[in-house]
């Protein structure tokens, strides 16, 4: 007796079955970052890059708020106190990230000293902050395509997205009059609030004499008030 072939069933239509296409992961980045090069490093690795006016960070990658500073924006941000409030804006996520970008193409700590006359303690101290009281982890790459690689892989992570209905923080009355103080060298917010306590008005401290702000500054005052009387 012939033997009947035995149906496939797993064979039927099988060149018909076609494999789906991987779907590409979304970044959202702030319209300002669209010039730069990580944006475009981004794409190139596969990535879709959507642009939005961020009021916080620089990158959304799934649950995490990225901020970036490129070695010379890192400093100059922290001489100008610009980034404190920038530390303090993440902190409405969950989860986020400082990126410092370019130590291979540029010193930390020799170009804040001669840049700024910043001691490297200081940039050390400052980085040692971030880490302990705002308890925000930080990246050193080497470059922009370091940088977007390190977001490409973090991208890839199962977690959920974020909001983006966050807000930048708004300072009162007084955070805003020491916020400008603290943009003087060498004036940190204990000094900047020793001022205000005893002057009362930014107009008070311009006005008073080298040797009233010696009383509470000491040796700052010389730099201070030649600050006031400089031309732009």
Do not use: W
Not at 21 to 39: G, H, M, S, W
Not at 144 to 150: G, I, L, M, R, T
Not at 184 to 210: D, H, M
């Amino acid at each position: 007796m012939k033997q009947k072939p035995i149906f496939d069933i797993f064979s039927r239509n099988i060149s018909k079955i076609k494999k789906e296409p991987l779907q590409k992961e979304t970044i959202i980045a702030d319209y300002r970052e669209k010039n730069c090069f990580v944006t475009s490093e981004l794409r190139h690795l596969g990535l879709i890059v959507e642009f939005k006016e961020l009021k916080v960070a620089d990158y959304l990658v799934k649950d995490v708020a990225i901020e970036r500073k490129t070695v010379s924006d890192f400093i100059s941000s922290m001489v100008n106190r610009r980034l404190l409030k920038q530390l303090e804006e993440l902190q409405q996520y969950k989860n986020k990230l400082l990126i410092i970008e370019g130590i291979d193409e540029q010193e930390l700590y020799t170009d804040s000293e001669e840049r700024i006359g910043m001691h490297p303690n200081s940039v050390r101290g400052f980085l040692l902050s971030i880490l302990i009281k705002h308890k925000i982890p930080i990246i050193f790459t080497k470059d922009y395509k370091d940088s977007a690689k390190f977001i490409s892989i973090l991208s890839k992570r199962k977690s959920k997205e974020l909001s983006l209905h966050v807000s930048k923080k708004s300072l009162n009355k007084k955070e805003q009059l020491q916020f400008i103080l603290e943009g003087f060298p060498g004036i940190g917010p204990k000094t900047a609030r020793k001022l205000l306590e005893k002057f009362k008005t930014i107009k008070n401290i311009i006005n008073a004499s080298e040797e009233e702000l010696k009383e509470v500054i000491g040796k700052k005052a010389e730099i201070m008030k030649k600050l006031f009387e400089e031309n732009y």
